[in-house]
């Protein structure tokens, strides 16, 4: 059985660093693609990162571009995601997700990041 | 970046009702389209891939159709586990990018 199980969320004050990781279970993790997408209180669904299976190359929306960077560790079956300079919109519950040729096929259940002083 | 726009915003319909709801892309996605539905504080689930295929272990209720700029994803028969929140993604292009979402209630 696939699981995806996101950590490392919490309350953060505008300016300061996060680090969400996910641990993948139940199948080969270095055979995808993975990516982290976001949803904030009562919003829709946004892309926020992905990364190819070997860790080789990452892509970002402009949104986190400079700000944001996910990494993967296939040794542990990781996925990451460290936060830097977060800003009040970046409040979401962030999702851990498997990418299947462009999709999403297995998300974990989410962990909550807000950002307030 | 490629735009999605879903409607309705918000559906109320019957069990038993055939529904349909309608993703409509900024520019050609080709048949790059997902549908998830996510019900309330769930995360998002897979239900439609490449425009009409269906995901393993979906009821065969649902179905996907279009290509190109407009997609449509159909209940033929309502029933109340399917109240939700429906989303759909491209992903012909980055950035990756979903609709607002449909939100259906049973009247």
């Known amino acids: 059985e696939v699981q995806l199980v996101e950590s490392g969320g919490g309350l953060v004050q505008p300016g300061r660093s996060l680090k969400l990781s996910c641990v993948a279970s139940?199948?080969?993790?270095?055979?995808?693609?993975m990516t982290w997408i976001r949803q904030a209180p009562g919003k829709g669904l946004e892309w926020v990162a992905s990364?190819?299976?070997?860790?080789?190359?990452?892509y970002y929306p402009d949104s986190v571009k400079g700000r944001f960077t996910i990494s993967r560790d296939n040794a542990k079956s990781t996925l990451y995601l460290q936060m830097n300079s977060l800003r009040s919109e970046d409040t979401a519950t962030y999702y851990c997700?498997?990418?299947?040729?462009?999709?999403?096929?297995?998300w974990g259940q989410g962990v909550m990041v807000t950002v307030s002083s | 970046d490629i735009q999605m726009t879903q409607s309705p915003s918000f559906l109320s319909a019957s069990v038993g009702d055939r529904v349909t709801l309608s993703c409509k892309a900024s520019?050609?996605?080709?048949?790059?389209l997902a549908w998830y539905q996510q019900k309330l504080g769930e995360a998002p689930k897979l239900l439609i891939y490449?425009?009409?295929s269906l995901q393993t272990g979906i009821p065969s209720r649902f179905s996907g159709s279009g290509s190109g700029t407009d997609f449509t994803l159909t209940i033929s028969s309502l029933q109340p586990e399917d109240v939700a929140t429906y989303f759909c993604?491209?992903?012909?292009?980055?950035?990756?990018?979903f609709g607002s979402g449909t939100k259906l209630e049973i009247k």
């Open positions: 997700t498997r990418r299947i040729r462009g999709y999403f096929d297995y």
């Open positions: 139940g199948f080969t993790f270095n055979n995808y693609w």
């Open positions: 990364i190819t299976n070997t860790g080789g190359s990452t």
């Open positions: 520019q050609n996605i080709n048949k790059y």
């Open positions: 490449n425009a009409n």
């Open positions: 993604l491209q992903h012909n292009s980055w950035p990756l990018t």
